[in-house]
């Protein structure tokens, strides 16, 4: 059984940064294709950006392109989503969530490739 961990959320001012950590119980974490999302009150869950198994390709919602960065370290079975330019907008709990098939070719912007989620941590960005 996959459990992902969630750190690093915060509240943080319009403009700042924050660094998100998913860290992956499995030794399967470095087959497999990994997520963020996150669901803004009163809103639906959304994709924010995904990294394929190696790392050498990334997708990310056009809202946070050029501000947000995802990375993985296989050798520490841990994701990153660095976040820069914060928005109040971004205010969100982020999950982070992992493929449930290996090396897969797809990288997915939907949630129903994705068998495994963490429980989520709070971003607050204040105007």
């Known amino acids: 059984q996959v459990e992902l961990v969630e750190s690093g959320g915060g509240l943080v001012q319009a403009g700042g940064s924050l660094r998100l950590s998913c860290v992956h119980s499995?030794?399967?974490?470095?087959?497999?294709?990994m997520a963020w999302f996150r669901q803004a009150p009163g809103k639906e869950r959304e994709f924010v950006a995904a990294?394929?198994?190696?790392?050498?390709?990334?997708r990310y919602t056009d809202s946070v392109k050029g501000r947000f960065a995802i990375s993985r370290d296989n050798a520490k079975y841990t994701m990153y989503l660095q976040m820069n330019s914060l928005k109040p907008e971004d205010t969100a709990v982020y999950y982070c969530?992992?493929?449930?098939?290996?090396?897969?070719?797809?990288?997915?912007?939907?949630?129903?490739?994705?068998?495994?989620w963490g429980q989520g941590t709070q971003v607050t960005v204040s105007s």
């Open positions: 499995g030794r399967t974490f470095s087959s497999v294709n």
């Open positions: 969530a992992a493929d449930d098939r290996a090396y897969r070719a797809i990288v997915s912007m939907t949630e129903d490739l994705y068998g495994y």
């Open positions: 990294i394929n198994w190696s790392g050498y390709s990334t």
